[in-house]
């Protein structure tokens, strides 16, 4: 009886040990877990990316609203009427301004408000005149002007010839055609004859000509 009992234990046994190894076998052995997938996340309290800005547009800026405006051409300039008023004299020097060569010319611009500068010019360099002047025409008046001038260059008992023009310069720049011009210095005889020429250098003891005058 206690023989069949440590049999029957030795068989229970044999089979629990071999329901163990094959359990071993199916599951790889001991201490080998099934590998999962685990989703991974970021952890908390870590920054999340940023993303980098945009890149701006490629091209020039644009113009500031309070960039001041481009100046527009230069006013067409136009010389008309020249004219020699008196192209000559003769007699005792220096000559009366009522009497000296004396010129005119007219001075147009296309457009208003415009601002010139002017001189009478001698084709020798020597002259009466004051030089560079200054012509304005302003908004809503008049587009042209008459500008005149009187030559008291002189050679005392000599005879001066020499041309004439008008010249107008900044911001736009003209010019008229030359005229010619003479003055002749007579010196009075003691005995009240005629007068004979002499040769002296030029005189510069005459007044000034006069400025632009406008169009009426």
Known sequence: M?????VLLVVVLALLGWLLLKDLRNTGGPGTATP??????TPEGSPSPTPSPSPSPSGSPSASPSASASAG??????VSAVQAVRDGYRGSCPPP???AP????????DRVPAALEYRWA???GV???????SVTYPEGGPASVRLEHTELTNYPGATFEDAVRLEVRGPAEAASAWLEFSVT???????GGASSPGTAGPTGSASPAPGPTPSP
């Open 2 to 6: 206690l023989t069949a009992g440590i």
């Open 36 to 41: 999962t997938s685990t989703p991974s996340t």
């Open 73 to 78: 051409p230069p006013p067409g300039v136009t």
């Open 97 to 99: 301004a009522g009497e």
């Open 102 to 109: 004396a010129f005119a010319a007219t001075l147009a611009v």
């Open 122 to 124: 001698t084709r020798s």
């Open 127 to 133: 002259t009466t005149g004051p030089g560079w002047q």
């Open 185 to 191: 210095c007579e010196e009075e005889d003691p005995t």
